[in-house]
């Protein structure tokens, strides 16, 4: 049974930093691993994508202020975001695919981010 379990969400003013952490379960395979938001208004979308390779995208809205990471061993994953903007605010879901890529298989619960 595959789980992913997001936390580190909150609020936090402009210019400042949170780092998201999704925890794994269930996960016997390499996968491709990232995390989407959920913006007020706008459609879900890919804010960085890490494929079993290790080839990483992320949305250029994003690019220079986020990062991605992975720990294998904890099967844990992360999203760093440093200089957050308003326009940051959404809900934060972190993905696996069983795929090398997109699209996802399994979702977590997603975790809030306000800035403020």
């Known amino acids: 049974h595959v789980q992913l379990v997001e936390s580190g969400g909150g609020p936090v003013q402009a210019g400042g930093s949170l780092r998201l952490s999704c925890a794994l379960s269930?996960?016997?395979?390499?996968?491709?691993v990232g995390w989407f938001r959920q913006t007020p208004g706008k459609e879900r979308e890919a804010v960085a994508t890490?494929?079993?390779?290790?080839?990483?995208t992320y949305t250029d809205s994003v690019k220079g202020r986020f990062t991605i990471s992975r720990d294998n061993a904890k099967n844990m994953v992360y999203l760093h975001m440093t200089s957050l903007k308003p326009e940051d605010t959404g809900v934060y879901y972190c993905?696996?695919?069983?795929?090398?890529?997109?699209?996802?298989?399994?979702w977590g619960q997603g975790t809030q981010v306000t800035v403020s």
């Open positions: 993905f696996i695919s069983a795929g090398s890529w997109l699209p996802p298989d399994y």
């Open positions: 269930g996960v016997t395979w390499r996968y491709c």
């Open positions: 890490m494929a079993r390779s290790g080839y990483i």
